[in-house]
């Protein structure tokens, strides 16, 4: 079955534009659209969508807290944060949000697709390596209330889960984190599984960010 997607834009001609480009795929589908946040959450609820393009600045109701509303939904689609620059706090915001990944609007049309479709199979489409440069500059920012609950729910880790949950945020891919600890990639998949499943995270690129907000990786150094 085709991928599911809704664009939200305020900008029609780039609509337009992402429109063509993925109309042209046959594995791809554009169900809806939207020109502002509000508007989005209500064809969120009312249309079936797999994956959302957000774009950040819209009128009456931003793409951030459109994407932190959506992700609060019921069996939510996965959010596709578009962003003009590289180092946006917008970027760093939406996966704060629930976001799984952030992609700049000038993005080839190749990667693009490619990101819809990692990001529809429950992949993270942000290069850890990407999202740990926008934590180096935005982790200051980040509010020290309730780090206390997050820091509980990292010991329901093993030992192993939390040495595997260090390397996914320092940027390393499976293999590369097989090879590190002498395990087979099949392990450390299911390892990268069992933490998201005991600290109810979304993806990689959330585990990045708890990462951050619990100290076990700091701001401009390593964990």
């Known amino acids: 079955m085709a991928i599911r997607v809704m664009l939200v834009d305020d900008q029609v001609l780039l609509r337009t534009g992402f429109r063509m480009v993925l109309a042209a795929q046959p594995d791809m589908e554009v169900v809806a659209e939207a020109g502002d946040g509000v508007e989005a959450l209500q064809v969120v609820r009312s249309t079936a969508v797999d994956v959302v393009l957000m774009d950040v600045r819209m009128p009456k109701l931003d793409g951030v807290e459109a994407t932190r509303r959506i992700c609060a939904e019921p069996e939510p689609p996965k959010v596709l944060i578009l962003t003009t620059f590289d180092l946006d706090e917008y970027a760093f915001s939406g996966l704060k949000a629930g976001a799984s990944g952030f992609m700049l609007k000038d993005v080839p049309p190749g990667e693009l697709l490619a990101a819809i479709r990692s990001v529809h199979s429950g992949d993270a489409v942000v290069a850890p390596s990407t999202t740990r440069r926008l934590l180096d500059r935005f982790a200051p920012m980040l509010p020290t209330t309730g780090r206390e609950p997050r820091h509980k729910e990292l010991e329901r880790l093993?030992?192993?889960?939390?040495?595997?949950?260090?390397?996914?945020?320092?940027?390393l891919s499976n293999g590369e984190i097989a090879a590190r600890l002498v395990l087979s990639e099949a392990t450390v998949k299911t390892h990268v599984g069992r933490i998201l499943t005991k600290l109810g995270l979304r993806d990689r690129v959330q585990v990045v960010v708890l990462a951050y907000e619990t100290g076990i990786v700091r701001a401009g150094g390593h964990g």
């Not at 093993?158 to 940027?171: D, I, S």
């Open 158 to 171: 093993t030992e192993r889960e939390r040495e595997v949950m260090v390397l996914v945020a320092h940027g």
